[in-house]
Antibody, heavy 118, light 107 residues
Framework: EVQLLQSGGGFVEPGGSLRLSCVAS????????MAWVRQAPGKGLEWVST????????FYADSVKGRFTITRDDFKKTLYLQMHSLTVEDTAFYYC???????????WGQGALVAVSS | IVLTQSPGTLSLSPGERATISCRAS???????VAWYQQKPGQAPRLLIY???RRATGIADRFSGSGSGTDFSLTIAGLEPEDFAVYYC?????????FGQGTKVEIK
């Protein structure tokens, strides 16, 4: 069983920065690729970023490339999403998810709201 | 690749069969299609992966099929807890994408 516990959401002004965290609790010490998926209020799911199992390769949606950075600290079992130059279009619930490489997302965090507003 | 789901909303009664379509803008490998269920205020839940494989703990009334550009999710006999939003998802060329979602609502 895998549990993903998220933290770090909140309110930020346009142009600001925020970092999301996602701590994994697993019955195995194996490492897995991880991802961030977001959902604007009342809208559908949008893939944001993926990091491979050892952090060596990262992938980003065009909408966040150059502004968001995905990283992982396997010692702390924590996934991060550093977000810069936030705009109102980035307002969404952000979910971390474990990637069953490379095809789908098999476990999800509870979500964290990022609200960008002046 | 763009995924287009249809219909946008499906109004059905408990016990009825639901079929949701997911059409890709270009051919997808069969191993790369998944389906998720999302209820209000909850995170998505994996239902189907690799087109037709049920995730752990998913009831056998859920099934997936398809190939090429056309994929579908079928719920054989809707239970009250199945009324939710469903998303298809695909992977290709180091990118992941979701369909826009289909809401299955009680008629």
């Amino acid at each position: 069983e895998v549990q993903l516990l998220q933290s770090g959401g909140g309110f930020v002004e346009p142009g600001g920065s925020l970092r999301l965290s996602c701590v994994a609790s697993r019955s195995t010490s194996a490492r897995f690729a991880m991802a961030w998926v977001r959902q604007a209020p009342g809208k559908g799911l949008e893939w944001v970023s993926t990091i491979d199992y050892n952090g060596g390769t990262t992938f980003y949606a065009d909408s966040v490339k150059g502004r968001f950075t995905i990283t992982r600290d396997d010692f702390k079992k924590t996934l991060y999403l550093q977000m810069h130059s936030l705009t109102v279009e980035d307002t969404a619930f952000y979910y971390c998810a474990q990637v069953s490489w490379p095809t789908h997302f098999d476990y999800w965090g509870q979500g964290a709201l990022v609200a960008v507003s002046s | 690749i763009v995924l287009t789901q249809s219909p946008g909303t499906l109004s059905l009664s408990p016990g009825e069969r639901a079929t949701i379509s997911c059409r890709a803008s270009e051919t997808i490998g069969d191993t790369y299609v998944a389906w998720y269920q999302q209820k209000p205020g909850q995170a998505p839940r994996l239902l189907i992966y690799r087109t037709s494989r049920r995730a752990t703990g998913i009831a056998d009334r859920f099934s997936g099929s398809g190939s090429g550009t056309d994929f579908s999710l079928t719920i054989a006999g809707l239970e009250p807890e199945d009324f939710a939003v469903y998303y298809c998802q695909q992977y290709g060329n180091s990118l992941w994408a979701f369909g826009q979602g289909t809401k299955v609502e009680i008629k």
